[in-house]
């Protein structure tokens, strides 16, 4: 079935200097510290005052700002990395016109059953493009696993290098996602559309594989051949 093009992205100059994150748990620290470590000015948000995260984030992110969410919003890019569950909870209006990265996940027995996040016809990040009508929605850092992100980011060119996949409607806000994933140690590839985001979610073959890009971009084009694949292409054929 049609998915879109899979092919390696070439990061294009960006404008993104600050990284706002709302979630403080282990991706959002991560995700921090390599934000920090590419010269990104970066705030941090947790689901309270940012006074109660402060020791963690002097601790685990040195040099990212203990904010809240509607200030982390409003940051050149911001990283979504709370609970996909808890998706509804996040300050809408702090967030109309950002470019939201969506790092998320759907856990049924973490989350519930939630019949709006479960549809095999919608991607998840489709969902949350709905509920954030006023932001701009790329899918991508969900896919890869907690540790790659804390031990695995390389320079470019280097042969251990691993890569983000990234799904995303609008061109110059993927090559912007691009440039940031690149910067932060990662080969980016075009995943296709928002639609196409799940085939990085959780029980497909490229959820926490940890590959280069030129496997990242080979497990994409199987998305249709595995168990996930054949579940959606079936409730496309009823629809």
Do not use: C
Not at 65 to 71: C, G, L, M, N, Q
């Amino acid at each position: 079935m049609p998915t879109g093009r899979v092919r390696p992205i070439s990061s294009a100059p960006t404008e993104v200097a600050s990284v706002g994150i709302v979630g403080a748990g282990r991706v959002g620290a991560a995700v921090a510290r390599l934000a920090l470590a590419a010269g990104y000015d970066v705030t941090i948000a947790g689901s309270g005052a940012p006074e109660a995260i402060a020791t963690f984030v002097g601790y685990e992110t040195p040099g990212a700002r203990p904010v809240t969410a509607a200030d982390a919003a409003s940051a050149d890019v911001v990283v979504l990395a709370i609970p996909m569950g808890k998706f509804r909870s996040l300050p809408v209006d702090a967030l109309a016109g950002a470019l939201v990265i969506d790092a998320m996940n759907y856990w049924w027995e973490y989350d519930g059953d939630l019949a709006e996040l479960s549809d095999p016809l919608t991607s998840t990040s489709e969902t949350l493009q709905a509920f954030l009508s006023g932001s701009r929605v790329v899918k991508t850092l969900n896919h890869m696993s907690v540790y790659a992100l804390e031990h695995e980011a390389r320079p470019g060119g280097d042969p251990d290098r691993k890569a983000l996949a990234i799904a995303g409607d609008e061109d110059s806000d993927v090559q912007r996602v691009a440039a940031f994933v690149e910067r932060i140690g990662f080969d980016p590839v075009r995943a296709g559309a928002l639609k196409d985001g799940m085939r990085l979610e959780p029980h497909t073959a490229l959820f926490a594989a940890d590959e280069d890009a030129a496997e990242v971009t080979a497990i994409l084009s199987r998305f249709w051949e595995s168990q996930r694949g054949r579940v959606v292409a079936r409730a496309r054929a009823r629809a």
